[in-house]
């Protein structure tokens, strides 16, 4: 594919877009904000030298945020731009809020679009968290001389063949980088094998990333909820009301997840312990209903997070419909198995409940995170489970088991113990390319 087709094919999605906008908009009303800086249009102003930083999502933002809080020590004179794709990526950037920080969307890839927002921010340098290559934003960047890096790089071997089959396309993006610092050794290959130059591998930024100082004091509170009677202050004690997570879980695992409990809970011997509580973290906000829809046609006793205050005994599935709580959710838990592994998703960031010492599983698709998760589970601080029965299975050992979790907690420890230092990698690579302090 030739990128004028490639725009060709923008160009003809251009009036559904803010269709697009607004239907997301009915369950994350910030798609409906700023939505002028879609297509290039900003009020905001930078001065300076301007460092910008994409990070589409929540995610990237969260992986993102150490490397940002050194370049605003580092370089006091710089603005940071700071620019994200989704909601939830947006509204967990506004924690750097401030004078030297801008916030805006990064607009649609169309010519025009992207000529505008270089042109009104005029960044010395661009930093493009992760997977995040667009070949009309490069293009656009290589001709006003603007140097465009990957950090935290990383394309999996699916994704890589993906790419292959719009080789001209690809080679053409990739190719304009103008440097790539990637997770490990086999994603700097892949980045290479697409015609990225000057790529170093630094590690993977999460490994990095810290448990923010509200987490704990609020998983204990949520705990409480749970289990007012027996309450401790230190959420990672085991309570004797068992409590696993399912988070980040995407379309059609909830389902699974659902009739396995169901089946188990009327085994003469289920797995899980007697007073489980099991608590589902929908991905996507624009799912919580749908969700909802499946508790109830399952008969599942629930509540809604949203809606709930001290949890009533007698249920067994809260459903996490809130925002920005999921590493709450992970540190109130026991266990926990992360989504959008049981079905070829990819899988999520497993290293969130593993840095809280969290008894952690994975589906068996986890090619997003192939690398890092192999590498846990070797180390001992995940387990892999083929499918939502065994999930159910792994999990009520786990529940069941205290000496099991704790001797994950400790290989948790050690596995994140030796992978950290990737900023400091990073940064060695970075501080050069950027503006002077």
């Known amino acids: 594919m030739t990128r004028r087709l490639y725009t060709a094919l923008w160009w003809a999605a251009l009036p559904l877009l803010p269709m697009r906008l607004w239907w997301r908009g009915r369950r994350e009303p910030g798609y409906r904000t700023h939505v002028a800086e879609r297509f290039g249009r900003y009020r905001a102003k930078t001065d300076g ?86 070949p009309n934003l490069l293009a656009a960047a290589r001709r006003h001389a603007i140097p465009v890096v990957l950090i935290n790089g990383r394309l999996s071997a699916r994704s890589a063949r993906r790419y292959a089959r719009v080789a001209g396309l690809a080679r053409e993006a990739f190719g304009s980088l103008a440097g790539a610092a990637a997770q490990s ?37 949520l705990r409480a909820l749970f289990d007012p009677a027996r309450a401790s202050p230190d959420a990672r004690t085991p309570r004797p009301r068992p409590i696993w997570v399912a988070a980040s879980t995407r379309d059609g695992e909830e389902a699974l997840l659902l009739d396995a409990l169901v089946q188990d809970a009327a085994q003469p011997a289920p797995a899980m312990p007697p007073a489980t509580l099991t608590i589902i973290v ?25 809606t709930m205050g001290t949890l009533p005994v007698d249920v067994d599935v809260l459903l996490g ?41 994975v589906g068996p698709h986890t090619f997003n995170f192939a690398e890092t998760a192999s590498q846990a589970i070797a180390a001992g601080a995940a387990r892999r489970v083929s499918d939502a029965a065994g999930a159910v299975q792994a999990a009520g050992a786990l529940l069941r088991d205290p000496d099991a979790r704790a001797a994950m907690r400790a290989a948790s420890a050690a596995f994140l113990d030796v992978h950290r230092g990737a900023l400091d990698r990073l940064w060695a690579w970075l501080a050069p390319q950027l503006p002077d302090a």
């Open 185 to 221: 050794a086999a994603d700097a290959d892949r980045l290479r094998a697409l015609g990225t130059g000057a790529v170093t591998v630094a590690g993977n930024l999460k490994f990095d990333q810290p448990i923010g100082d509200d987490v704990l004091p609020r998983a204990a509170r």
């Open 282 to 306: 929908p991905r996507h906000p624009q799912r919580f209903a749908a969700v909802e829809g499946l508790l109830r046609e399952r008969g599942v006793r629930y509540a809604r997070r949203s």
């Open 49 to 134: 030298d301007v460092v910008w930083v994409h990070a589409v999502s929540l995610g990237e933002t969260r992986a993102a945020a150490p490397l940002i809080a050194r370049i605003l020590r580092e370089r006091p004179r710089a603005t940071l731009l700071l620019t994200h794709m989704t909601a939830t990526g947006r509204a967990s950037g506004a924690a750097f809020a401030g004078p030297r920080v801008v916030q805006t969307w990064l607009p649609y890839d169309l010519p025009f679009a992207v000529e505008r927002f270089l042109a009104h921010f005029r960044p010395r340098i661009g930093l493009l968290m992760e997977t995040e290559v667009w």
């Open 321 to 361: 419909d809130s925002m920005g709580e999921l590493p709450v959710y992970y540190a109130a838990a026991d266990a926990a198995l992360v989504g959008g592994s049981l079905l070829p998703f990819g899988g999520q960031n497993l290293l969130e409940p593993i840095a809280l010492g969290v008894a952690t599983l």
